[in-house]
């Protein structure tokens, strides 16, 4: 691997401003999960999950254990339990992986209110939904540092993106799908697949963080818990430090988002794909 330098370019891949909750919800769609690792109740930070997505599914056996469906947080001991006995499954059926709290298990299930021809959907943090057309572009490219797991898709509505969204009875944007019509065949408008970035995520500007003894989350000087968690989604910076560029064309870096390289990013200009925007990111030694 060669020496990161000041000369790389990189930018991030994000998604496009939105008008509304509403405007958001109808072009992105919604993400759900129907099993996952339950939160942690630790006694230093308080309950907290990550947002991570795993490469695997659930193991069959744990699929009628209720704490994966309603993913409740756990006490420190009996958390650390549950995640031993499913790395042991998951061990035993697929992957080598260590467990965090949060994490959600394959498939994604997915619903779009509107009618599904863009090329990325932000119905999660960081990692897009995407369309076939860009898992086929990037996979004949051998684009490093994302894999591509195919969705199920749920409900898929009928209405152009660009129609202005019809507003639910109940004016929550989760109702939507209460006010739209419906696509009876969704099946045949696919497949779309979740991106997932295989690195850790990266610090824009350190190194790294000091973690909590008992639970792992790491700490930021400035935020506790979940606030920290979430802070991803706000005021994000264009400037990143040389020390968090990694050697793969696609790797996350925390306030920053995803990051993509310049050969990764010809390839989204070239191609036109849409529902994205790209920011220029700035290198600091
Ligand atoms: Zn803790």
Request: glycine share 6%.
């Amino acid at each position: 691997m060669s020496r990161p330098s000041i000369d790389q370019r990189f930018w991030r891949l994000d998604k496009p401003e939105c008008e509304d909750d509403y405007s958001n919800v109808f072009i992105n769609g919604l993400a759900e999960y129907t099993y996952g690792i339950p939160g942690i109740d630790c006694p230093r930070c308080g309950p907290w999950g990550g947002l991570r997505t795993l490469p695997v599914e659930c193991p069959a056996k744990f699929r009628t254990d209720r704490r994966l469906a309603n993913r409740w947080p756990l006490p420190v001991e009996e958390h650390a339990r549950l995640c031993s006995e499913l790395e042991t499954a998951l061990r035993e059926e697929t992957a080598d992986l260590v467990l965090e709290p949060g994490d959600s298990f394959q498939p994604l299930v997915f619903d779009i209110p509107c009618k599904p021809t863009l090329d990325f959907y932000w119905c999660r943090f960081f990692e897009p939904v995407v369309a076939r057309r860009v898992r086929d572009l990037f996979v004949k490219h051998s684009v490093t540092g994302i894999s591509f797991h195919e969705v199920r898709l749920r409900r898929a509505g009928t209405l152009p993106a660009k129609s202005d969204p019809p507003i639910a009875e109940t004016g929550e944007p989760e109702d939507i799908f209460d006010a739209i019509a419906i696509e009876p065949h969704p099946e045949k408008l696919g497949p779309f697949f979740e991106t997932l970035v295989d690195g850790p995520l990266v610090d824009a500007d350190r190194a790294s963080l000091p973690t909590c003894e008992i639970c792992g989350l790491e700490k930021h000087p400035e935020y506790e818990g979940e606030e920290w968690l979430i802070k991803m989604d706000e005021d994000r910076p264009n400037v990143m430090s040389l020390s968090a560029v990694r050697s793969t064309d696609v790797f996350r870096a925390r306030s920053v988002g995803l990051v993509i390289s310049e050969r990764v990013h010809e390839l989204v200009t070239a191609n036109s794909l849409t529902n994205c925007l790209l920011t220029e990111l700035e290198l600091v030694p």
